[in-house]
């Protein structure tokens, strides 16, 4: 799926330039979490987060992240935006919520790589075992 | 080159300084490290799993302590890191290794981390991790990388 169809997908502004349009990414990841995100997110990805703050950029920097969308109508300051556009990755900014913005990639196929975490680390919890 | 496989041959080695609380800058020296890895022309994917681990122990550095170092060294062979803090220390590294174990204060989790994924993230994306620590004096962290690995 390219920029360009995501952008249209989610009623989206870029943030940054818009060159970077016609760049693909093969799967999606979201979080709040960035330790999340480092954790568990895969390369070729986009992330979609609630979280403006200038980590998430650092963070989708080091985890080879190819596009950030923002949800909720959240937009960063401009020294978050500064850094993103330093570090070549593009922004997206969307009204949607983090719901309706995972679902409407979802229906229009997009999907993130890792299906089951076989090693979750609360995984006594969701078993309800003591 | 002689000895070559036997002797390491250092490409590039320096160190970078971290400020405890410093949130601003946090990430610096890891994207700098990144930086170097890119121009030396190291496979993506070691790249990634180094700027990841990295950037882990840089944010616990800038979160728990009050300062640190970051030096790195990079041979034919491997990526070796090494981080040093002047910090509260680790009493139960094993706890602190455990998943979903954190001790971050409430605004560090605002910022979307510490929500106990550092220490475990960091030995997974590393070939060999050690951590030594002395309460009341800091905590030092080594990391090792291998270039050669298969994927």
């Not at chain 1, 900014?93 to 309706?100: I, N």
């Not at chain 2, 609380?21 to 799993?49: M, P």
């Amino acid at each position: 799926m390219n920029l360009g169809e995501i952008l249209n997908i989610l009623d989206a502004d870029i943030l940054t330039c818009a060159s970077s349009l016609q760049k693909t990414v093969e799967s999606a990841y979201c979080a709040d979490l960035m330790s999340d995100v480092l954790s568990f997110s895969t390369t070729k990805s986009l992330l979609i987060t609630g979280l403006t703050n200038v980590q998430v950029i650092r963070t989708a920097e080091m985890a080879a992240i190819e596009l950030i969308i923002f949800v909720q109508g959240k937009r960063p300051d401009l020294r978050t935006i500064n850094l993103a556009i330093e570090k070549n990755i593009p922004l997206f900014a969307t009204g949607l919520s983090m719901f309706e913005a995972c679902g409407r990639l979802y229906e229009r196929g997009l999907r993130s790589q890792v299906h089951i975490y076989s090693q979750s680390p609360f995984g006594s919890c969701r078993t309800g075992a003591s | 080159m002689p000895h070559r496989g036997l002797v390491k041959v250092c490409l590039e080695e320096g160190v970078f300084f971290l400020t405890g609380k410093d949130f601003t800058n946090a990430g610096a020296a890891s994207s700098s490290l990144k930086g170097i890895l890119e121009r030396l022309g190291v496979r993506k994917d070691i790249i990634r799993r180094t700027a990841i681990a990295a950037f882990e122990a840089e944010m616990n550095v800038i979160i728990y302590a009050v300062a640190g170092m970051m030096k790195y060294r990079i041979t034919d062979t491997e990526i070796s890191v090494i981080i040093n803090d002047m910090g509260h220390g680790i009493p139960n590294i094993e706890l602190a290794m455990t998943e979903g174990y954190s001790t971050a204060p409430d605004y560090v989790r605002e910022m979307g981390f510490g929500s106990g994924m550092g220490l475990p993230n960091i030995r997974k994306n590393t070939d060999s991790l050690t951590v030594d620590s002395v309460v009341g004096e800091g905590t030092t962290m080594e990391f090792v990388i291998q270039l050669n690995a298969v994927n």
